[in-house]
């Protein structure tokens, strides 16, 4: 089964790609946001079972 950590950082890549396919500015912004949420929740619970969240860090980083 999948931890919550892992599905977090899936969640906050498929955002992040669906922000770079985005046509409008409006799906972009909400697609980031997405992505930004997802991977803050990824750092929460790396943080909350006590894992180093450097390497979640770096593979959120979320461009625009």
Sequence with gaps: MESNQR???RRAAEERTAAHRSVTPQAREWH???AQDFAQRAIECGAATNSVASPVANAITVGA
Excluded: T, V
């Design 7 to 9: 599905y977090y950082l």
């Design 32 to 34: 980031s946001k997405l």
